[in-house]
């Protein structure tokens, strides 16, 4: 490792900020893992086939609302974090892995506006 | 420096095509690129996913346009196929979630044996698949 690190020197590519996103992963995951059960457990101890009125109804208490907003916020950093980890072990051209980037936040950001509109019919 | 530590053999990866088929990769390592593959699988219908809870969540009739997407299907793509890509979302999700609960576990216990890597990767597999056809059955009504 070069002991200049700034200037022309300075590495700007690689994940050298790795702890925040390896904390932030697993943070975020743990999060989503209660929402998940919550939900599945709801899903799995209905008998027969889900209703409109069921599935409709786990999602319309406020605290469920609040707690889905969170999960999707969750999603989005958990997700981001694993792509960029992907783009970073594929693709070596910095200007691809750039607009790959660019590309899968203007996706993630899309999905969790969408989301979000979707669960308070904005 | 003697000439043979000089001249090292250099692996580029050339031949990766033809070299990856011919791994042996142990079950950790299924796990762990399986958990890569769920996890971009995911990303990439993420859309889908998020159209499937607009349309469920709405209202009865839109929930009725949801489900009708498993029989009558979705412009020109049967509703089976449909059905086949909501069951590779399902196990993309429960290996995705089982193989994390396994890093979660080697993170937490910080000396975890070669054996446990294996045992481990064996029950994420057998899980998620077992879950897989428990949750496909339910979704769609065998039970």
Known sequence: ?122 | MTELARKRPEFRNINALTDLPSYRLPAAGWVSILHRVSGALMFVLMPFIIWMFDNSITSEFSYAKFTAIFTVGCGFLPGWMMKLVALALVWAYLHHFIAGLRHLYMDAHHAVSKEFGKSSAMVTLSLSIALTLVLGAKLFGLY
């Open chain 1, 1 to 122: 490792m070069s002991s200049v690190n700034y200037g022309s020197k300075r590495i700007v590519t690689g994940a050298g900020y790795g702890f925040r996103d390896w904390l932030a992963q697993r943070v975020t995951a743990l999060l989503m893992a209660l929402f998940t059960l919550i939900v599945l457990a709801q899903v799995i101890f209905t008998s027969g086939p889900i209703g409109y009125e069921q599935w409709a109804g786990i999602f319309a208490a406020q605290w469920m609302k609040v707690l889905t907003f969170c999960v999707i916020v969750a999603m989005l950093m958990h997700v981001w974090v694993g792509i960029r980890d992907i783009w970073m072990d594929y693709i070596k051209p910095v200007g691809v892995r750039l607009g790959l980037h660019i590309a899968s936040i203007v996706w993630l950001v899309g999905c969790a506006g969408w989301a979000i509109q979707v669960l308070w019919r904005l």
